[in-house]
């Protein structure tokens, strides 16, 4: 949310950053929007208000506009590499996975202790099949913060893709334990489980089965009917 930074320019807006941040914290983002707007109407090389105007953006899933945001930022700050990250998100989740791949690689040129630079650039390289590259971002962001449960996941999936299942179910198992309310992180254990051909027809079952029982409300909103 918006420091002290934001309310040194927020003085100068319409809006003033109190009364804004209690209509956001209320459920009206309007007001604190507006003032964002405003901001970078008069000044557009402020960075909170980019920062802050995205994070509204991306809370709606307007992933559109806030690329549009960002790429405005990026004129002012070419090497921010917050601009870069947002944005790695932002095409991650358009599934616009080259454009995430390259600001990611840049995220993490210009920020390199930043796990969430080398997450996104594991997930944006395994989306556009560049397996190992991914495994090792996703490596360097487990160094960074261990037992991130996304770059475990990644992790996995990469390892699954190369054939590599035994390895695999290790990583799952570990980004089950980090984040064990997740039902994916449950099914991508199971799964991985069910492909190992060494696991016996009667430990499939009884795995399935346990997963089945203890998450199936979660794996139902999960599995939707298409």
Known sequence: MPTSTFAAFAERADYTLQEALRAHAAGDERPL????????????????AHATLCQILTTRDEFSEAIE????????????PYIHLNLSH??????QHQLAQTHAKKACELHPNEARNWLNLSSACYHVEDLEPGAEAALRALELQPNLPG???????IRKAQGQVRESIGFFR???????QRAMMHTNLLLAMLYDEDVSADQ??????????QYEDQLRRHWKPR
Do not use: M
């Open 33 to 48: 929007e507006e003032l964002c707007r405003q901001t970078l109407n008069k000044w557009p090389a402020e960075r909170v």
């Open 69 to 80: 945001v960002l790429h405005r930022a990026l004129e002012q700050d070419s090497d921010d």
């Open 90 to 95: 932002c095409y991650l989740s358009l599934r």
């Open 151 to 157: 770059a475990l996941t990644t992790l996995g999936t």
């Open 174 to 180: 570990r980004a089950l334990q980090a984040d064990p």
């Open 204 to 213: 499939e079952k009884d795995v399935a089965l346990g997963f089945a029982r």
